[in-house]
Nanobody, 140 residues
Framework: QVQLVESGGGSVQAGGSLRVSCTTS????????MAWFRQAPGKDREGVAI???????????NYADSVKGRFIISRDNAKNTVYLQMNNLKPEDTAMYYC??????????????????????????????WGQGTQVTVSS
């Protein structure tokens, strides 16, 4: 049984930093597409960052334009955990943050989403398992 548990959310002032974590179990962690999504009150869920197998370092990453240069996704395979380091936070980053796992094809689809060629309804079903979310609140 696949399980994902997010933690590390909280409240921070604008310009501050937070790191949220997603600890997983029940599948081969190192071989899958890991993603972070977020949903603000009254808004649709949006993709934030993905990490997938490939590249010289072993993993590739991709980000939504709104967080590029401020957020960093990383993973620790020994701990079956994926992280989202969030720097220079803005009030518009306030949202519930969710992690999700999918096949490598899910990350290919997310690349098209980040490029503006797909909408969330096209990519969300590619991720079969989601966590319960962790709240991040950024005050101005």
């Amino acid at each position: 049984q696949v399980q994902l548990v997010e933690s590390g959310g909280g409240s921070v002032q604008a310009g501050g930093s937070l790191r949220v974590s997603c600890t997983t179990s029940g599948y081969t962690f190192s071989r899958n597409c890991m993603a972070w999504f977020r949903q603000a009150p009254g808004k649709d869920r949006e993709g934030v960052a993905i990490m997938f197998t490939g590249g010289a370092s072993g993993y590739n990453t991709n980000y939504a334009d709104s967080v590029k240069g401020r957020f960093i996704i990383s993973r620790d395979n020994a701990k079956n955990t994926v992280y989202l380091q969030m720097n220079n936070l803005k009030p518009e980053d306030t949202a519930m943050y969710y992690c999700a796992v999918g096949t490598s094809g899910a990350c290919i689809t997310m690349g098209r989403y980040f490029a503006g060629r797909l909408v969330l309804q096209d990519v969300a079903p590619k991720f079969g398992n989601w966590g319960q979310g962790t709240q991040v609140t950024v005050s101005s």
